[in-house]
C-alpha cells in the first residue's frame, strides 16, 4: 500500500484502524467480528510528519504512520473521521489530550476503569476529554462475549486466569469502527 495515497487524505484527528496479526489481537477481532484489533489517532507534526498517537505495549506514545500501518496484517488499514471535520482548535485540544496521556501503561486486562489504557479506551477517553465526544461504546465482558455466539471461550478463561470478569466494562476498536459519528475516509484494499 502506498503509503502516499493515506497521507493525501489524512486530516489530524482522523482515527486509524488496522489489523494486529498477532494470537490475542487475533481473538479481540474474532470475538468482536470486526477486522479491526488496533487503533489510534493521526496527526500531522511539521518536524516529523505524519504521527499516531496510540495505546500499545508498553505505553501510549506517538509512532510514525508507516511504522503503525507496517505492524498490520497485509498493511490493513482503515481511516475514519469525525462526522463534519475538525476545527484547528479542536485537533489542538485533542493533541493536548493525547499529550497528556504519553507514557501510560498498556492494561492487557481491557479494564475501562483502570488508570491504564489499551488503545481504544485512548481513543475513547481522549475524544470524550477533549471534544466530548464518546467514540466507541461501552460494553461489559458478558455483553462482548455473548455476541458472537459461537466464540469459544477457552481463551479468555485461560487469559483472564480461569474466571472471565464477565461485569468488567470495556470499549473495543470493533464498536469505534460502528460509530455512526464517524465517516469512512478510505480503505486499503488488502484485505
Known amino acids: ?72 496484517d497485509k ?18 485540544l485533542l493533541r493536548k489530550e493525547c499529550d497528556a496521556r504519553m507514557g501510560k501503561l498498556y492494561h492487557l486486562g481491557f479494564h475501562f476503569s483502570s488508570s491504564r489504557h ?8 481522549t475524544y470524550l476529554a477533549a471534544l466530548g465526544v464518546e467514540i466507541g461504546a461501552l460494553e461489559s465482558f458478558q455483553t462482548l462475549l455473548n455476541s458472537q455466539p459461537n466464540t469459544s471461550l477457552w481463551f479468555w478463561r485461560l487469559w483472564f486466569l480461569g474466571k472471565i470478569p464477565w461485569g468488567r466494562l470495556t470499549v473495543t476498536p470493533a464498536s469505534q469502527l460502528k460509530s455512526d459519528k464517524l465517516e469512512t475516509i478510505w480503505e486499503s484494499s488488502d484485505s
Not at 80 to 91: E, N, P, T, Y
Open 1 to 72: 500500500m502506498p503509503l502516499h495515497q493515506v497521507e493525501n487524505v489524512l486530516e489530524s484527528g482522523d482515527i486509524l484502524f488496522t489489523r494486529i496479526p498477532n494470537f490475542l489481537y487475533r481473538r479481540v477481532a474474532q470475538v468482536t467480528g470486526s477486522p479491526a484489533s488496533h487503533v489510534g489517532i493521526a496527526f500531522y507534526d511539521p518536524d516529523s510528519g505524519w504521527l499516531v498517537a496510540e495505546s500499545a505495549v508498553p505505553t501510549v506514545r506517538y509512532t510514525p504512520i508507516a511504522n503503525f500501518i507496517s505492524r498490520s
Open 75 to 92: 498493511g490493513w488499514l482503515l481511516v475514519r473521521r469525525i462526522r463534519g471535520g475538525l476545527s484547528a482548535d479542536q485537533v489542538k
Open 118 to 125: 489499551f488503545c481504544s479506551k485512548f481513543v475513547y477517553e
